[in-house]
């Protein structure tokens, strides 16, 4: 899939489809959400490298007191606080590794624990400017409306988040009851660790959660965590620096839809959206516009879909529609997010396959309970 989206890509750029300045246009937006992908995943990389996410895991164990379903409850919780105060790409990047780490400790089905993190990735995204980029970008459009502020912002999504969580929570709940049944042995003793490497990555990791709520490009610390990283590793652990850490098929895959999307937009894009997309306001009329924005999301990426589909939104309540679409709506395609993206990276890291089918389909069931909640709860705060 990553080469077909690069090479989409290329052709747009070398054809014509895609002008100079549209080009350019796309390094701008997409530059930064690349630079982030590559450096958050060269400090996921190594943090696991140094044992930062086996610790953790198994304090995690300790917390759940031996049920397997109170630990599920446990990473419930925490996939929600990280990605409402952290993002949805920390979250994937930073608790996938332990959740993993905890079940292979624990000798647990991975599953449960793997789809619930990256579902609560992307469904418990929508209440904070700074829990997903494309809450960012609306933020800056709330203005143009005349509602600009965070204050407005999180009064229009608290019902629309609250809700979607629910649904999120009750489909993996009911779908994996049978796998969280149960519980389990303590955690064994973790292997010897170079103190410094884990120190120094415990810290780094620790330091990143302020740092991506400060209002600085969440890029900019990426980099500098992951510098910071890599000089370490380079004087104690030099063998682990190797190509394999820079996450060159996911960049190619981003880097593509960008391009394709954008030239789409340069041919006329949202000509073609709006009599999909519709108008006015109400249930019906906000759930047709989440739909669309949804299903643009799990064919081209949520951020390139949001792009495509805020002009038409006309509304700060639109608008929040629009947001429930590519931030709810992602849970089909492993493309759908950058998020699932890294998720999906994490997850092949460890070992932890995963059956693209049969996420697919369990997350089309999802996107419609989570994206249906969302839009009935749009209407308390419309």
Do not use: K
Request: charged share 10%.
């Amino acid at each position: 899939m990553w080469w077909i989206a690069g090479l989409a890509g290329l052709a747009c750029a070398v054809t014509g489809l895609l002008s100079g300045e549209d080009a350019l246009e796309v390094g701008r937006r997409a530059g930064p959400v690349l630079a982030f992908l590559v450096a958050v995943t060269v400090v996921a990389e190594l943090a696991d490298a140094a044992g930062v996410f086996d610790a953790a895991a198994r304090l995690a164990a300790r917390a759940g007191r031996g049920r397997t379903w109170r630990l599920w409850l446990l990473v419930v919780a925490l996939g929600t606080v990280a990605t409402v105060v952290l993002s949805l790409d920390t979250t994937a990047v930073l608790l996938t590794p332990v959740v993993l780490a905890l079940a292979a400790q624990l000798r647990l089905d991975p599953l449960p624990f793997a789809v619930t993190t990256v579902w609560l990735a992307n469904t418990a995204s929508l209440l904070l400017p700074v829990s997903n980029l494309t809450n960012l970008l609306a933020l800056d459009s709330l203005a143009g409306f005349g509602d600009a502020g965070v204050a407005t912002f999180v009064g229009l999504t608290w019902a629309p988040f609250l809700a979607g969580l629910l649904g999120a929570v009750v489909v993996l709940g009911l779908t994996y009851r049978r796998r969280l049944r149960g519980g389990y042995a303590p955690a064994p003793p973790g292997p010897p660790r170079d103190p410094v490497l884990f120190r120094t990555a415990a810290v780094v990791c620790c330091l990143l959660a302020p740092a991506f709520v400060s209002g600085v490009t969440p890029a900019v610390p990426a980099a500098v965590a992951a510098a910071v990283l890599v000089a370490v590793f380079a004087r104690r652990r030099p063998e682990v620096l190797r190509p394999a850490l820079l996450p060159w098929r996911t960049v190619v895959l981003v880097a593509g839809l960008f391009l394709v999307v954008q030239a789409a937009q340069a041919q006329g894009l949202d000509r073609l959206l709006a009599p999909v997309a519709g108008t006015g306001e109400g249930f019906g009329a906000h759930l047709r516009l989440a739909a669309t924005s949804a299903l643009t999301a799990n064919a081209v990426d949520n951020l390139p879909a949001y792009l495509a589909v805020e002009p038409l939104a006309g509304s700060g309540s639109r608008l929040v529609a629009v947001l429930i679409g590519v931030n709810l709506g992602p849970l089909v395609t492993p493309w759908a997010s950058l998020a699932t993206l890294l998720w999906l990276e994490r997850c092949r890291a460890r070992g932890v396959r995963i059956s693209l089918p049969r996420f697919g389909a369990l997350g089309l069931l999802g996107a419609v309970v989570c994206v249906v909640a969302a839009t009935a709860a749009l209407q308390l705060t419309a």
